[in-house]
Nanobody, 114 residues
Framework: QVQLVESGGGLVQAGGSLRLSCVAS????????MAWYRQAPGKQRELVAT???????NYADSVKGRFTISSDNAKKMVYLQMNSLKAEDTGVYYC????????WGQGTQVTVSS
């Protein structure tokens, strides 16, 4: 059974940093690409960052240069280091596989005040 538990969100001023964590169970990391997604108020969920099985990473243009995705396969953890946060980064952040599975965790709220 897949379980995804995100944490690390919070309220931060613009320009600040947060580090999100996700622990995944029921997923074989070595066989799956992982990703962070976010959903801003009133908007659809969007893909933010991905990390492939090879370790290669990709980012949405809006976060490139500010966010860094990483993983620890032994711990089944995925991280998202977010620097230079902007108000438009506000939303609920989720981790999932890429492509995403139907199951979503509860997400972690990130609120950036301007």
């Amino acid at each position: 059974q897949v379980q995804l538990v995100e944490s690390g969100g919070g309220l931060v001023q613009a320009g600040g940093s947060l580090r999100l964590s996700c622990v995944a169970s029921g997923i074989i990391f070595g066989l799956n690409n992982m990703a962070w997604y976010r959903q801003a108020p009133g908007k659809q969920r969007e893909l933010v960052a991905t990390i492939a099985r090879s370790g290669s990473t990709n980012y949405a243009d809006s976060v490139k240069g500010r966010f860094t995705i990483s993983s620890d396969n032994a711990k089944k953890m995925v991280y998202l280091q977010m620097n230079s946060l902007k108000a438009e980064d506000t939303g609920v952040y989720y981790c999932n596989t890429l492509p995403n599975r139907a199951y979503w965790g509860q997400g972690t709220q990130v609120t950036v005040s301007s």
